[in-house]
C-alpha cells in the first residue's frame, strides 16, 4: 500500500486539464504530489480531492474544461478566512464526522476491472476510535464517479454513529435549481424543479420502500457556474437528503451549499456498533455537466446500462410480454390462460407470464396464502406444468409471479417458523402478513428451495417478484452485536440471494415489482433485469409514467404496458383507429407488454395490436441502451396537454427513435428539435414504417422535425437511420 506524502498546511487549487478532440476519454484516478491532490477523471468530468492539515476536503468537482471552484470567505469572524470545502459528514458520539474530525492515514490506487480505477483512502477520527475507509470508482468514459464508506469501531465498548450519508457535500456559491422525482402509488416518478432558498429542504423515505414518495436521487444547477451535479443511491431502503444554506451575515448566493443523501437506520436511530464491528454504507454515484438535465442524466444511464444493472442476453432486445393480471386478476381457468396464450403468440409476444392468484384454493383469502407457492387445484386441476408445457409449445417464453419477501398469516412458513420474520415487541410484526428477514441464511435456502422447484418443475423463463409491503421504520433490534440496520441487512441478504439466483439461471428474467414502481432504485437494478413502473396502466396518465422513469432510468429497465380504456383490461372497440394506436404505444418507451381482455378484442383490433407489436420489435433495440431526450416539458399525470416526446438515439449516434404524443389541446402541427445526432450524416426517416424522407443532423437539430396528428390523442413512431 502506497503511503502518503507529507501534507502541506495549504490548500491548492485544482487547475482542470482541457481535453482537445483527439484525447480519448476514460477513466482514470491519478495522484499529483506536487500539488498534493487526488484526480479523479471519467470521460469529461472531474473530482479532486486535495489534502490539507492532515485531512482530504473537497477541491473541484464538475467538468474537466470548467474554471477550477475558488474557496469560499468565510462569513463569519474577523480577519477573514478561507474556508475548505468538504465531502464527508455525519455526527457518532456527539462529535462531527467533517473532514477536520477525521486525520488521513493512507492511500492506495488500484485498477480492479475493466474500464474502472479505484482509489481508496483510509482514516481516523481524530477523538474518537473510529476508522474510515472511503472508496471511489471511476466508472469508464460515461462520466460517473461511485463512493462508499466503510467505517470499523476499533475502541473497546460499543460505539455510536447517529448519521453517515453516503454523499456529503460543501458545493460552492450561487444559486441552485433543486430537480427531484416525488409520487405516490399510481402517480410515481414525477419531475420537478425548484430555486433553493435560506434554510433547509430536507426529503424522507421512511416507509421501508425506497421509491415510495421521492426518488433517492436528485439534480441540481448551480446558475452562476452553469453546472449541474446528479447523484443516485443504490439502496432499496429508508434514506434521506438535505440541501441547506444558512444565511450567515452575507448574501445567500454567497454561502456554500450543504448537500446530504444517504440512509435511514432503523426507527431513524443510532447505528450502534460492537468492538471490531464495521459497517459499509450503501453506493452513491454522482456526476456533474455543463449540458441540461438529459445530458447529465444520459451520463448516469450510460453507467446503468454499461457498469450497474445486471443484464442477461435472456432478455435483449426486451421482450414483448403478455401478462395475465389485467384482464384475470382473481380465479380464472386454465381454459382462460391457454385461449390467452394464443392471442398472446398471434400477436407476435416473447413470453407469457401467469401472475398472482395462481396459488391457494380459496380465491377470496389467497393474500393469507402467500409463502406457501403451491399451484390451486380448482384452478390447474393438472398441474402448473399443463399450462407450462402449453405456453413453450406457441414458442412463448412462461413466467411466474412470486412475493418470495413475504408470508399470509395462514402460510404454512409463517405458523412453522415464527422466528424467521421481521419483528416489532417480541412477535412477528403483522402488517396483515409477515416480512420474512433475508438476513438469515435459513429464510435464503428456505426460499431457494421453492424458486429451485418452480423453476425446474415448470420450466420458468421469467420471474416476477413482487413487494406490497410497507412497514414504515420500526423493527426490534438484536440484543448484541450491530444495532441499526435490521432493514439493511435483509436487504443485503436479499440482493445476494438474488445474485445467487442469476447464477444459477442464467437465461431466468428478473422482473422487479413493488405494488408499481415503489421500490426501484440504482440497488435492486443491481440484482434484476427490468421493473414494472406503476400499477397505473391508464392511457393519459401512463405518459407522465414513462416520461419521468426514463428521467431517471436507461429505459430498457422501464416495464409498462397497453391494457385498454379500463384497468380491467377492456379495450371499447367503437373508438377510433387512431386511438387504438395511442394507448397501444404510449408504453413503448421502455420494455412493451400488453395485459388485456383479449377475447373481447375485435379482429381489426388484434390486427392492429399486431401491427403495433411488430412495430415495438422494430424501436426495441435502439431504445434499449439509448441516450433519451426530453424534447417536450414534463406532461401532468393527472391531465396531460399539448405535446410529449421522447428521443432516442444509439451510442453510434446512427440510429434514433421519436415517440410523439398529441394530448389535450394541443396544436395540430408541431416542430422537434432533434438532440444528439451528427450534424454531418444524413438520416433516412420513417413515419410508423412508412418512408418520410432524408435530412442531415444539422438541419434536424435547427429546423425540426415537422409532426402532424389529428385529432388530440394520437401517437406517432419515428425511425431515423443514418446513410452510410
Known sequence: MRKLFSISAASSVCLSL???????????????????????????VEYCLAQSNGTVYLEYFGPTQAKAWELSPAQQGTPQHLTARYETGGRAGGKGLSADDLEL??????????????????LHHRSLPLQFVFVYQTMGATGVITRQTAVLNSGSAPARIDSLPSLSWSLPPGEYELTYLWGNWSRERQPRTELLGPG?????????????????????????????????????????????????????????????????????????LPPTGSFTTPLVAFTASAGDLDETANQLHRFQHDFAFART???????????????????????????????????????FVLDASWFSDDAKTWWANVGDWQPKSSFLPNGLKELSEDVHGKGLKFGLWVEIEAAGLRSKVAQEHPDWFFALDGKPYDMGRYHLNFAKPEVRAWA???????????????????????????????ASGRQGTVLHDHLAG???????????????????????????????????????LSDVVDPKASVQLGYGCT?????????????????????????????????????????????????????????????????????????????????????????????????????????????????????????????????????????????RGLRTGAQLAQDGLPVELAPEWRAVAFELHAEP
Open 18 to 44: 482541457v481535453l482537445s478532440s483527439a484525447q480519448i476519454l476514460r477513466a482514470e484516478i491519478t495522484q499529483d504530489s506536487t500539488r498534493k491532490l487526488f484526480i479523479l477523471r471519467s470521460g469529461s
Open 200 to 272: 433547509s429542504r430536507e426529503f424522507v423515505s421512511d416507509i421501508g420502500r425506497s421509491s415510495g414518495r421521492f426518488s433517492p436521487w436528485f439534480c441540481l444547477r448551480n446558475q452562476k457556474l452553469g453546472t449541474r451535479y446528479l447523484a443516485q443511491l443504490a439502496y432499496s431502503g429508508n434514506w434521506q437528503m438535505s440541501f441547506e444554506r444558512t444565511p450567515s451575515g452575507g448574501a445567500l448566493e454567497a454561502e456554500d451549499l450543504a448537500v446530504n443523501l444517504g440512509m435511514r437506520f432503523d426507527a431513524n436511530g443510532p447505528l450502534v
Open 448 to 478: 431457494r428451495a421453492h424458486l429451485d422447484r418452480l423453476i425446474r418443475n415448470y420450466g420458468l423463463d421469467w420471474v416476477k417478484f413482487d413487494y406490497n409491503t410497507e412497514f414504515g421504520e420500526r423493527l426490534d433490534q438484536p
Open 105 to 122: 492515514t493512507d492511500s492506495e490506487i488500484s485498477h480492479p476491472r475493466e474500464g474502472v480505477d479505484e482509489l481508496k483512502l483510509t
Open 313 to 351: 442476453p435472456a432478455n435483449q432486445p426486451p421482450l414483448v410480454q403478455f401478462n395475465s393480471w389485467y384482464p384475470f386478476p382473481g380465479p380464472g381457468t386454465v381454459a382462460d390462460m391457454k385461449r390467452c396464450a394464443d392471442v398472446a403468440a398471434a400477436l407476435g409476444a416473447d413470453v
Open 494 to 532: 436479499y440482493y445476494q440471494w438474488l445474485d445467487d439466483l442469476r447464477r444459477a439461471y442464467p437465461d431466468l428474467v428478473i422482473e422487479n415489482c413493488a405494488s408499481g414502481g415503489m421500490r426501484f432504485d440504482l440497488g435492486i437494478m443491481a440484482h434484476t433485469h427490468t421493473t414494472w
Open 551 to 691: 428521467v431517471e432510468f436507461t429505459p430498457e429497465v422501464c416495464n409498462h404496458w397497453m391494457v385498454g380504456d379500463t384497468e380491467n383490461g377492456a379495450v371499447d372497440v367503437s373508438k377510433p383507429v387512431g386511438w387504438w394506436d395511442f394507448m397501444l404505444r404510449v408504453p413503448m418507451n421502455g420494455q412493451y407488454g400488453i395485459s388485456s381482455r383479449v377475447f373481447d378484442w375485435s379482429p381489426e383490433f388484434k390486427e392492429r395490436a399486431k401491427e403495433n407489436v411488430a412495430l415495438y420489435k422494430h424501436l426495441r433495440e435502439v431504445i434499449a441502451g439509448a441516450d433519451v431526450y426530453h424534447l417536450t416539458p414534463p406532461p401532468d399525470h393527472d391531465r396531460p396537454t399539448g405535446w410529449t416526446a421522447l428521443q432516442y438515439v444509439a451510442p453510434a449516434r446512427d440510429r434514433s427513435v421519436v415517440m410523439a404524443y398529441r394530448l389535450e389541446k394541443g396544436e395540430p402541427k408541431i416542430s422537434l428539435k432533434l438532440r444528439g445526432l451528427d450534424p454531418a450524416r444524413r438520416y433516412r426517416i420513417l413515419e410508423n414504417s412508412v418512408p
